[in-house]
């Protein structure tokens, strides 16, 4: 009981919402919507649950949300997502936008396995071990201050769709690459652009230590030692139950997996990569999928047609992201439209010129 307390106090919404049925809820919602019009623009990550996704003005990845927000010159960007994704929002939008996020405990436990602090810390460390300094790449999962970073010491963001891109231009510099702080997505794009696994080492933030197998000039890209609570939870007993049982069943996983989950899969790719393949999977296809268990049932029920299951059946969807729901999204907009913006989330300074900088880099390519 005192840590449910604790939880709602935290949340930092009246209780009145939370005794309301989904209904009302919703009537909420939408009343708000068309009150405020052109000046309220909602977006919504693939991984949202249902009853908050039906309200966005645009689904997609975080980047891709992201940039839409900066197209659409609104007064206010409602981020259904969560607060890293919210900060990227803030960078690309003008000033006069501002960004919120309905309910601020929707961090991402990826994001938070790398800091500034720590990243800082790592490289004056890693410099005398590599002999120079590396070029460093941010999956687009950090924190603005983490991207600030990477833009300042010359390198830029990457995206799981463009991570083969980004990382195949870097290796082009000569120089060899800090890739954070996903070590899955940087090993297994790595591995597929033709770098050696034993040219591959880990740095471990929390114990300030380099593991690699062989010396550490010879490292051509320095993994952070970061995962997706999500999709680590993806097995290779997983696989191996549907290979045994169902081996006529493709799988298809996101490369945020492990590399022998990866490698042990039919199809592995971005989020976008996997909902156009079921998309464009003939009738009758059977398919186990490797990602988000909310994005896994929406596939299954927009596309009867086909045989689609969780590579996982027994995974939950992603707990911060769902963070997210009807109650903080009604209480945040009744708010908005009374006048008091609620967990404005705002970037500035050198944090917002030098990841903006590095995001630019990317999509310069």
């Not at 919404?13 to 309301?20: G, M, R, V």
């Not at 071990?129 to 991207?147: C, E, F, Q, W």
Request: proline share 4%.
């Amino acid at each position: 009981m005192t840590l449910d307390w604790l939880t709602e106090t935290k949340s930092g919404i009246p209780a009145w919402y939370k005794e309301q049925s989904d209904t009302a809820l919703s009537e909420r919602i939408h009343q708000v919507k068309k009150q405020m019009g052109q000046d309220l623009f909602i977006p919504g990550h693939h991984y949202q649950r249902d009853e908050v996704i039906q309200f966005a003005d645009a689904t997609g990845d975080s980047l891709q949300l992201a940039r839409l927000s900066a197209d659409q010159h609104a007064r206010f960007i409602v981020f259904c997502g969560v607060h890293f994704m919210a900060e990227t929002a803030d960078i690309l939008t003008s000033d006069e936008t501002e960004v919120i996020l309905p309910d601020l405990r929707a961090g991402c436990s990826m994001a938070d396995m790398a800091t500034s602090e720590q990243l800082q810390r790592g490289w004056h460390k890693l410099l005398p071990l590599l002999g120079d300094a590396p070029l460093p790449i941010t999956y687009v999962n950090s924190s603005a201050a983490v991207k600030a970073f990477v833009g300042q010491h010359g390198g830029m963001t990457v995206t799981s769709s463009n991570a083969a891109k980004v990382m195949d231009q870097a290796r082009r510099t000569g120089k060899r690459i800090l890739f954070l702080p996903d070590q899955h997505l940087g090993r297994n794009t790595g591995y597929d652009l033709g770098v050696p696994l034993q040219h591959m080492g880990v740095w471990d933030p929390v114990a300030d230590e380099l593991q690699a197998e062989t010396d550490p000039q010879i490292l051509e890209v320095v993994l952070w030692k970061g995962h997706c609570s999500v999709h680590e939870n993806f097995r290779m007993d997983h696989v191996d139950a549907f290979r045994k049982e169902e081996p006529d069943r493709q799988i298809i996983v996101h490369p945020e997996c492990t590399w022998e989950v990866t490698q042990a899969a039919d199809l592995n790719g971005s989020t976008r990569k996997i909902i156009e393949t079921i998309e464009n999977s003939p009738a009758g296809s059977r398919w186990a999928i490797g990602t988000e268990m909310n994005l896994v049932n929406r596939l299954i029920q927009e596309n009867s047609h086909l045989d689609i299951v969780s590579l996982n059946p027994d995974f939950c969807p992603c707990l911060t992201m769902n963070r997210i729901d009807l109650p903080h999204l009604a209480w945040v907009l009744d708010e908005l439209a009374s006048g008091t913006v609620h967990n404005r989330i705002k970037v500035t300074g050198d944090t917002q010129r030098h990841s903006r900088l590095a995001i630019e880099r990317m999509l310069a390519l």
